[in-house]
T-cell receptor, first 117, second 113 residues
Framework: NAGVTQTPKFRVLKTGQSMTLLCAQD?????MYWYRQDPGMGLRLIHY???????AKGEVPDGYNVSRLKKQNFLLGLESAAPSQTSVYFC????????????????FGPGTRLTVL | GQQVMQIPQYQHVQEGEDFTTYCNSS?????IQWYKQRPGGHPVFLIQ?????EVKKQKRLTFQFGEAKKNSSLHITATQTTDVGTYFC?????????????FGRGTQLTVWP
């Protein structure tokens, strides 16, 4: 049981290049999230998904696109990378079914450190 | 808009001293969660508080949820070097059933031996 995994762990891009970050979870969670973390800014939600085939915008969606073709995978795409997208990206997942009262816990992946030059 | 504010941003203590971080919300929260992120690591869930005035303890960590359910605190007694990291509070997005959380900006704790 690997939990939440992210690939790649590190990446350096040049301005204008594109890339896709992959998040995978083996906990059969319905909800998945993409966050970015910048120094002093905490975690900011980029996009999220409540199920296969559905996605929605979070707080800072501009410049990113996402897809959830399979329940276990959530992809984050950068079509034309900009230096402002240099950040650490975290994926998280959560179950929808409350086995216990208030099971809002989010499980995070190890992160992807992206640098855009 | 809905916000979760956390203070202080940084805290440096000597090993053995106590540490407290505070979290305040602009709106009433149905629950509040605390996460810890070690340097270079990812956020890990610590605890969730649900009831007004609730107090929970995990060894040297004490978590409180305010009576009005708008504020919370995390207190660490006699800090150890293993407590180093950033502590985040997070509250659910008001009116959302989709599990969205608002995270505070975190308190980065440094412990000197």
């Amino acid at each position: 049981n690997a939990g939440v995994t992210q690939t790649p762990k590190f990446r350096v891009l040049k301005t204008g290049q594109s890339m896709t970050l992959l998040c995978a979870q083996d906990m059969n969670h319905e909800y998945m999230y993409w966050y970015r973390q910048d120094p002093g800014m905490g975690l900011r939600l980029i996009h999220y998904s409540v199920g296969e085939g559905t996605t929605a915008k979070g707080e800072v969606p501009d410049g990113y696109n996402v897809s959830r073709l399979k329940k276990q995978n959530f992809l984050l795409g950068l079509e034309s990378a900009a230096p402002s997208q240099t950040s650490v990206y975290f994926c998280a997942s959560r179950t929808r079914t409350a086995i216990l009262v208030y099971t809002d816990t989010q499980y995070f992946g190890p992160g992807t450190r992206l640098t855009v030059l | 808009g809905q916000q979760v504010m956390q203070i202080p941003q940084y805290q440096h203590v000597q090993e053995g001293e106590d540490f407290t971080t505070y979290c305040n919300s602009s709106t009433t929260l149905s629950n509040i969660q605390w996460y810890k992120q070690r340097p270079g690591g990812h956020p890990v869930f610590l605890i969730q508080l649900v009831k007004s005035g609730e107090v929970k303890k995990q060894k040297r960590l004490t978590f409180q949820f305010g009576e009005a359910k708008k504020n919370s605190s995390l207190h660490i007694t006699a800090t150890q070097t293993t407590d180093v990291g950033t502590y985040f509070c997070a509250g659910p997005h008001r009116g959302s059933t989709l599990g969205r959380l608002y995270f505070g900006r975190g308190t980065q704790l440094t412990v000197w031996p």
